[in-house]
């Protein structure tokens, strides 16, 4: 029975041939049934010819080596029907989500097949969508656009009830509207026992489930940070290590959540990576079944640039008369709009694939990525996705935020959040020395520049975008504000007098500079190129500052100078919106007094940190260099290719600031990790170690510390190999022991290398010959799709592998058999460049690089054991490892150096013997 209770009608499915590609050939289904084997240049040259079906059209062109064609693409299809719902985004992931029977991973023909299943699927599937003409209204729009899919979604919806009022692609005026409360009162100071965690802990793993002493072990050291403070800028902090398999999460959730419901206050639990903060957000479900009672309760906060901005969204649809082509897209987004739970375009329910798909422009650039809020004066301001989640923030009881997020926040002494939170997680801890490096760093740069001109003077020389420049944003606010006026024209006619404008790159490079700011790019990018080594080899390049060449001191103070005509105005305006706030109190309504504290805020931090902070950089660049900070010159490229210049400045040691402006001020805070601390041999200089990497040196008063030990029988699920008869300078050597390794373990490997380079070299050679053996392959840097939907499709096809750099490990949590081989190419040691020198210096010499190291083999092969079932292998091809760094595998495993056809066997004979055990 179809949506308006008639019968269901016929499905139209298009008349199209269905199109796999492989490495080598590519499977094609023709319309009639029949299957044939083509080499990909026939393949492709018939999918010109007529659009077939396909899965993932991006993936699927540049497989077949050909710029990307009209299809009929299943993933958009399924972004339609099933809108903020993922799939993965293969033929096997399709047929799974929609319960058809799913394709063996190297059946080019079944996978085939499950494409035209999978239309007739969703199309039937279009026929249970209520008629209350949303989703016809938003198709109708898309049809107009040649979306190659409208004329069978069209047949397929219901007709329009002749009382329905579709919004249509003005999908914001069904979205519900956030609703204001009272300020919450501070929260209380009762402590949370042991016990109390304990027994919280027994309520949410539930009576079956089977005794884990460590676990509990762990719940009760972390009540220790859920206790009052005795002094101000004493907080109680924890470093607390629990290995893989201890259950940290619903551990420290236990004291958490009863420190919050005894205090009716927010614990806030911080991530360094977005797939942590959603396995998080998805273990509460445990503290809070009911999902009404979730929704009120836990909140995952994100940075503003993460979430659509309806008013960008609004839009991009007033530019479809110039680009109808894009209607498509918008009515995808529409439909997402319109069942999203937040908002949240990255690592939200958005489909990680579907920016691929239509393009980040009508997608991701959608968000308020440069600050561009006008808050109250927005037509959506209170059906905002942003503002909805920072009310419901603020009457949370456990806010499941970022690093970045949290350390930006706390040392701007608030953004959205109007009170600090006093209790903290942060998990993820070997992170926060990364997360702080990021967040209290200045890079002044072309492309940082150019963002802030943007910023301030908006759309330029009559061109259509949705900038939104400082004026737009502010002059209702400085309504018979002569000295805010003035203040503001000043900035304007300053930014755009001195701060690059679009271009700048090629002006440049050229030596046709305009502006100051311009003027000193170009003098860096020369001493850049004059100094720096390895200009042949592709990568990005850098150089100290000092001594600088002719002319680069002069022009540094002009730019120094010209920056005060726009830093200036800037806090003056701030300064005048903030009076408002006094003179005005009784005028204010609330939504002005939030957009008038919003806009100050903005002011501030472009003005004080940002453009404060660079002329400070120029001021100083004739002097000796601050024994707190390193600077360098660089050119960042990519594939060879210049993408900015500029100036940056570090700290030498980030978690100074994060001590000081988030740690101090807090009440507790429990910063916890499976590799926590090194693996040196020397259990004190391992802690000494972690307190230096997450500012706990840095406090009054010294940090509590607890270990809890993995539960895993890591001798006897786990083997380490080093290769020690290759070379690992010999790319044909290297792939050869990918190639093999992979076929040994049938699958379900993770590549690890240290250079984009290497990797891209191994997968050319080794992907087709691991098709043909029915081992798919996939690969960051060469297939078309972003690192979290590579992951995703090697968490659920079992055979698959991935090849990564050695950054990746971080988002790959893969239980089971999807993940029992991981191979490094070589030694992971950190890169010298400009700012490890000097933080080696700082900390220890060789021992630091050492250290480093360490921690990142311990971090790759903690992804090889997740449950206590697994079993896996850890290959490294680097016969140069030293001894002194194996303290990075657990006690007790079996390491092995032997050559490649011994590792080969033994691995292979291993996970045989493993996989015969389950």
């Keep these: ?175 519900g509207e956030w609703a204001e409360h009272a300020p919450e009162p501070p929260p209380g100071n009762f402590p949370v026992s042991e016990d109390e965690a304990r027994l919280r802990l027994a309520e949410l793993v539930g009576e079956r489930a089977e005794p884990r002493p460590q676990q509990a072990d762990y719940a009760g050291a972390c009540a220790y940070v859920f206790a009052p403070r005795d002094s101000a800028e004493a907080p109680r902090v924890l470093l607390a290590e629990a290995g893989t398999g201890v259950g940290k999460t619903l551990a420290y959730i236990a004291p958490a959540s009863v420190w919050a419901e005894k205090n009716t206050g927010a614990v806030w639990i911080s991530t360094y990576t977005r797939n942590l903060q959603h396995q998080i957000a998805a273990e509460l479900d445990r503290l809070y079944p009911d999902p009404a009672v979730k929704a009120r309760r836990v909140v995952v906060r994100k940075g503003r640039e993460n979430y659509l901005c309806l008013l960008n969204f609004e839009d991009s649809l007033g530019g479809l008369a110039m680009r109808p082509q894009d209607a498509a897209a918008a009515g995808l987004v529409a439909r997402w709009i319109s069942a999203t739970r937040d908002g949240d375009m990255a690592g939200g329910d958005l489909p990680g694939w579907l920016p691929e798909l239509v393009g980040r422009a009508q997608t991701l650039a959608l968000t308020d990525r440069r600050g561009e809020c006008v808050h109250s004066a927005c037509s959506h301001y209170h059906r905002c996705f942003i503002e909805k989640s920072v009310r419901r923030a603020r009457r949370a009881r456990i806010v499941v935020a970022n690093h970045a997020l949290v350390m930006i926040q706390a040392a701007l002494g608030g953004l959205d959040d109007d009170n600090l939170p006093r209790r903290y997680v942060f998990d993820e801890g070997h992170h926060v020395f990364d997360a702080a490096d990021g967040a209290f760093s200045l890079a002044l740069t072309g492309r940082e520049a150019a963002e802030l001109r943007r910023w301030i003077l908006g759309a330029e020389d009559g061109r259509r975008t949705r900038a939104r420049g400082l004026k737009r944003r502010l002059d209702d606010l400085l309504t018979n504000d002569a000295g805010g006026q003035q203040a503001l024209d000043q900035a304007i006619d300053g930014a755009r007098n001195v701060l690059p404008g679009d271009g700048w790159l090629k002006r440049v490079a050229d030596g046709r500079t305009q502006r100051a700011g311009e003027r000193f790019l170009a003098l860096v990018r020369n001493q850049v190129l004059a100094r720096a080594g390895d200009a042949d080899q592709g990568y990005s390049l850098e150089t100290e500052p000092r001594p600088p060449i002719p002319g680069l001191i002069e022009t540094a103070r002009e730019l120094a100078t010209a920056l005060r005509r726009i830093e200036d105005p800037l806090k003056l305006l701030a300064q005048r919106l903030r009076a408002r706030l006094a003179d005005d109190a009784t005028k204010l309504d609330s939504a002005v007094r939030l957009r008038i504290e919003a806009a100050v805020r903005g002011l501030e931090r472009r003005s004080m940190l940002e453009l404060g902070g660079w002329r400070r950089m120029l001021e100083e660049l004739d002097r000796d260099p601050s024994a707190d900070f390193v600077d360098w010159l660089a050119v960042e490229r990519v594939d060879g290719h210049p993408v900015d210049i500029g100036m940056h400045r570090h700290f030498v040691d980030p978690t100074r600031p994060f001590a000081e402006f988030v740690v101090a001020p807090a009440h507790g805070v429990l910063v916890t990790s499976a590799t926590l601390t090194d693996g040196s041999g020397d259990a004190e200089a391992d802690w000494l170690g972690a307190e230096a990497r997450t500012g706990a040196r840095h406090l009054k008063t010294p940090a509590l510390r607890a270990r809890v030990k993995s539960p895993f029988d890591y001798p006897a699920q786990t083997r380490v190999f080093i290769v020690n008869d290759i070379d690992r300078n010999d790319v044909d050597q290297i792939a050869a022991a990918y190639r093999e390794l992979i076929m040994a373990s049938g699958g379900g490997a993770l590549g690890l290398f240290t250079a984009i380079q290497r990797l891209r070299a191994v997968h050319k050679r080794i992907a087709a010959p691991l098709e043909a053996a029915g081992l798919p392959l996939l690969a960051q840097h060469v297939d078309a799709m972003d690192t979290a939907t590579l992951v995703d499709i090697f968490r659920a096809e079992e055979d698959s592998s991935l ?29 010298p460049d400009i700012l490890h020198r000097a933080r080696k210096a700082q900390f220890g010499g060789a021992a630091y690089d050492d250290a480093i190291t360490r921690l990142r083999l311990k971090q790759a092969f903690g992804r090889l054991v997740r449950r206590a079932a697994d079993h896996g292998v850890f290959v490294l091809l680097d016969r140069a490892m030293p001894s002194r760094l194996l303290g990075a595998f657990p006690e007790g495993v079996t390491i092995e150096r032997i050559g490649l056809k011994d590792t080969i066997a033994a691995a292979a004979e291993f996970l045989k013997t493993a996989a015969q055990m389950q």
């Design 1 to 175: 029975m179809s949506a308006d209770g008639g019968v269901a009608r016929p499905v139209r499915l298009p008349k199209a041939a269905s199109l796999v590609a492989g490495m080598t050939q590519a499977a094609w289904l023709s319309a009639d049934g029949e299957i044939e084997l083509l080499p990909l240049a026939e393949a492709a040259r018939r999918a010109r010819a007529a659009p077939p079906f396909v899965c993932h059209a991006r993936a699927t062109a540049r497989r077949l080596g050909v710029t990307p064609f009209p299809s009929f693409d299943l993933l958009e299809l399924y972004a339609f029907v099933r809108p903020a719902r993922f799939c993965v985004p293969t033929p096997r992931g399709l047929a799974a989500a929609l319960d058809l029977d799913a394709p063996d991973g190297a059946d080019l023909a079944g996978a085939a097949a499950a494409l035209r299943d999978g239309a007739q699927a969703l199309l039937g599937e279009l026929q249970l969508v209520p008629g209350d003409g949303e989703a016809r209204a938003i198709g109708e729009s898309m049809a107009k656009a040649g979306w190659i899919w409208a004329e069978a979604a069209l047949a397929a919806l219901a007709p329009a009830g002749d009382d329905s009022k579709p919004a249509g692609l003005a999908v914001w005026n069904r979205l």
């Design 803 to 831: 090849l990564g750099t050695d950054a990746v490990r971080d988002g790959v949590d893969v239980p089971g058999r999807s993940l029992r081989l991981i191979v490094f190419d070589r030694v992971p040691w950190p890169r």
